[in-house]
């Protein structure tokens, strides 16, 4: 997260349903409901790889990655990691390349520092009329004062969920294209968002939806929480449905200023620039925790058991959205 933010969350929570693992592979129990008229009512979806989520998020939060800094050799070790991992989910590539780089500023010897952004793309079995973006910026604040800030929470939670996504779409391809992105140089900017919506590789009129992922990796009180209903009301109903039969305590919030108690987390993050381009966005976060932007936000403190519920709640969110896009977009079009 690029803000130093401090939350005071006002707790609200729902029901919780059981899941359980069978070796690596989660097996999740989800009501579907009036999501996919085709769909039975309740059924087990093998949402992704348990064991290799929390692999991924382990290697892009190891020392050896530097803090991810962007245009730094730890950083492009990510972006390396992130390219592999990409490939062997079977996305496509964008354009004939999975990296879109942009210029951020001139170093000290006068030379051009670039961030780059890592993209890949899910066909939908309906077309590429219509598209959700989901983004996660993988880069953090790298090192000072000879320690290195990992980040496991901020963002290699996002940026391993995202990966994770990749696995389950590819294998269950979703109606509607999904554009996957690894964005840059968040931290300090949103550099890279911004970079993205100024020049997206898909039309910018196709993409309906922005689902963000930044900070998922711990919650004391088992909440996540999803901003951006109040900006865009007619997406409480697909939150509501999704939070109705979450394995974890979904909840809206973080998305108005001058609620008690309760920050706006509106510019907060990657979903800020697709805001201002009038583009909707959930963005799927957690509160502040003791180890922000410290050196101690490792994987070690991250809560294994939230975050693999939390992954598995935004994969049954980006179903439910993709099952009604058209009905999305045209409330879009409509506001």
């Given at each position: 997260?690029c803000?130093d933010?401090?939350?005071a969350?006002a ?9 359980s ?5 989660l ?13 039975p009512a309740?059924?087990?979806?093998a949402?992704?790889?348990r ?7 382990r290697?892009?939060?190891a020392d050896?990655m530097?803090?991810r ?8 070790k ?8 990409f490939?062997?989910?079977g996305?496509?590539p964008i ?5 879109f ?6 170093a000290a010897d ?7 952004n890592?993209?890949?793309?899910i066909?939908?079995?309906?077309g590429?009329?219509r598209a ?6 993988y880069?953090?604040?790298?090192v000072r004062?000879?320690e ?6 901020d963002?290699a939670?996002?940026?391993a969920?995202?990966?994770?996504i990749?696995?389950?779409?590819r294998?269950?391809q979703p109606a509607?294209?999904?554009v ?8 300090g900017g ?6 993205f919506?100024?020049?997206p ?8 939806l922005n689902?963000n992922l930044d900070?998922?990796g ?5 909440i996540?929480y ?7 009301p ?6 509501e ?12 919030g973080?998305d108005?200023p001058?609620?008690a ?11 800020f ?5 009038g583009?909707?966005f959930?963005y799927?976060?957690?509160?502040d925790f003791p180890?922000?932007h410290?050196p101690t ?5 991250l809560t294994?058991?939230f975050?693999v519920r939390?992954v598995?709640t935004?994969i049954e969110?980006?179903?439910v959205?993709?099952?009604d ?6 409330a879009r079009?409509a506001?």
């Amino acid at each position: 997260m690029c803000d130093d933010r401090r939350r005071a969350a006002a707790r609200r929570g729902v029901t919780v349903r059981g899941w359980s693992t069978t070796g690596g592979l989660l097996l999740v129990l989800v009501s579907v409901g009036c999501g996919d008229p085709q769909a039975p009512a309740a059924t087990i979806t093998a949402a992704f790889e348990r064991d290799q989520l929390l692999a991924d998020v382990r290697v892009l939060s190891a020392d050896d990655m530097e803090g991810r800094l962007v245009a730094s050799p730890g950083g492009a070790k990510a972006r390396a990691y992130i390219l592999e991992r990409f490939a062997a989910a079977g996305l496509e590539p964008i354009d004939g390349t999975f990296e879109f780089p942009f210029a951020i500023d001139a170093a000290a010897d006068g030379t051009l520092r670039r961030g780059v952004n890592v993209v890949g793309r899910i066909p939908g079995t309906r077309g590429a009329a219509r598209a959700i973006v989901v983004t996660a910026h993988y880069d953090h604040i790298g090192v000072r004062n000879g320690e290195v800030y990992n980040g496991a929470d901020d963002n290699a939670s996002g940026t391993a969920a995202l990966l994770a996504i990749a696995q389950h779409f590819r294998a269950h391809q979703p109606a509607h294209t999904f554009v996957l992105a690894a964005l840059d140089a968040e931290e300090g900017g949103l550099r890279g968002a911004r970079a993205f919506v100024a020049s997206p590789p898909v039309p910018r009129e196709a993409i309906v939806l922005n689902i963000n992922l930044d900070m998922i990796g711990r919650d004391p009180d088992d909440i996540l929480y999803a901003a951006g209903p109040s900006h865009y009301p007619f997406l409480v109903p697909y939150i509501e449905r999704v939070a109705a039969d979450a394995p974890i305590k979904l909840v809206m919030g973080h998305d108005a200023p001058g609620r008690a108690g309760m920050d706006d987390w509106t510019s907060s993050s990657d979903h800020f620039p697709f805001h201002e381009a009038g583009i909707p966005f959930i963005y799927f976060g957690v509160e502040d925790f003791p180890h922000h932007h410290k050196p101690t936000d490792d994987y070690e403190t991250l809560t294994h058991d939230f975050y693999v519920r939390a992954v598995t709640t935004i994969i049954e969110a980006l179903r439910v959205f993709d099952a009604d896009l058209e009905a999305i977009d045209r409330a879009r079009q409509a506001r």
